[in-house]
């Protein structure tokens, strides 16, 4: 005699990369008190404002929003219905094994390290904790010179905790940006349906 099959229905959903563009992050070393950016070898109007306001600080930061890189497409929740509004989360990995053409101003070179846990660095006296997922800049003493993470909306952080110099652009106030690191930290963005029954789909792009 014949059978039976029975074959739960479960949801679809496709995210892909848009076609918007990569937002800057960038940082600068230009108030950082210990790094190189020594008050008479900057321009005179940022000597005026450090010695006006005492700018001089440990960190430089900065937050973007990129979860409009992302879209998503083919939401199907199939017979058994339920909500087509995905769940997100975000993640970054290390390319080039972590190397850059980054240093310090001391020449020391700068890695990249995708932490898996949390991770106590010693930052002028006080403790910096870099949180598991978060991407560490590490000079070859273990010293931080800087930090991206994201969070469960896209927003991307960029800490810097270090002065450093660009390959071949000698010393002097310098930026820590996108550019510097393209390719080598990337974001993904994973969205999740869940169809009445409690059966999940996921989907991510880079």
């Known amino acids: 005699g014949g059978s039976l099959s029975f074959t739960d229905d479960t949801p679809q959903i496709t995210v892909h990369a848009s076609d918007a563009k990569v937002p ?42 990129m979860a409009g890189l992302f879209t ?42 995708l932490e898996t846990s949390d991770t106590t660095f010693r930052v002028d006296g006080h403790n910096v904790t870099v949180s598991a997922g978060e991407v560490a800049g590490v000079d070859a003493s273990g010293h931080l010179a800087f ?16 002065a450093l110099e660009q390959s071949g652009q000698g010393t002097g ?16 963005g994973t969205a999740t349906v869940t169809d009445g029954d409690g059966d999940p789909a996921s989907s991510s792009a880079t």
Do not use: C, K, R
């Open 72 to 113: 998503v497409s083919g939401e199907n929740m199939g017979a058994d219905g339920g909500s087509a509004a995905p769940t997100w989360s975000y993640g970054l990995s290390v390319g080039n094994n972590g190397a850059t053409e980054l240093t310090t101003t001391s020449g020391s070179a700068v890695s990249l390290v």
């Open 173 to 188: 106030a310098v930026s820590l940006s996108q550019g510097d690191l393209s390719g080598l930290v990337t974001l993904t």
């Open 24 to 65: 800057t992050l960038e940082t600068s070393d230009a108030f950082l008190h210990h790094g190189n950016a020594v008050v008479d070898t900057q321009p005179q109007a940022v000597q005026d404002e450090i010695s006006s306001h005492q700018l001089n600080t440990s960190t430089d930061s900065v937050t973007v929003g």
């Open 147 to 162: 930090t991206i993470g994201v969070d469960g909306s896209a927003n991307v952080t960029l800490t810097q905790y270090a």
